[in-house]
């Protein structure tokens, strides 16, 4: 089975930038669909990025569209949120999903890897 893994969280001042990563294993990571979700205090996960296996096509969360950037490097079974303009209201604990198919969905159950979770944090 699939474990991703996150790294690159921490504390970050408002306007500032963070990379996440996501390593997972499996020969078949270029073909799987990835995806990033956050979950803030007091509120629902919700889905924020997601990018889709073999063409690698990215999807956005409306509230995060122009500012989050999602890639990925198949030959490093790695894949990437580059969070630019960081603002307060982003400070969540930052998840990394592997869907199983090529298919990227906003639907957290629909993802059945998960990694530990990379908290995020945004001074004022």
């Known amino acids: 089975q699939v474990q991703p893994v996150e790294s690159g969280g921490g504390l970050v001042q408002a306007g500032g930038s963070l990379r996440l990563s996501c390593a997972a294993s499996g020969r078949s990571f270029s073909s799987m669909a990835m995806g990033w979700f956050r979950q803030a205090p007091g509120k629902e996960r919700e889905f924020v990025a997601g990018?889709?296996?073999?063409?690698?096509?990215?999807y956005y969360a409306y509230s995060v569209k122009g500012r989050f950037t999602i890639s990925r490097d198949n030959a490093k079974n790695t894949v990437y949120l580059q969070i630019n303009s960081l603002k307060p209201e982003d400070t969540a604990v930052y998840s990394c999903?592997?869907?199983?198919?090529?298919?990227?969905?906003?639907?957290?159950?629909?993802?059945?890897?998960w990694g530990q979770g990379a908290q995020v944090t945004v001074s004022s």
């Open positions: 990018i889709s296996g073999n063409a690698g096509t990215a």
């Open positions: 999903a592997v869907r199983g198919t090529g298919v990227v969905v906003s639907t957290a159950s629909l993802y059945p890897y």
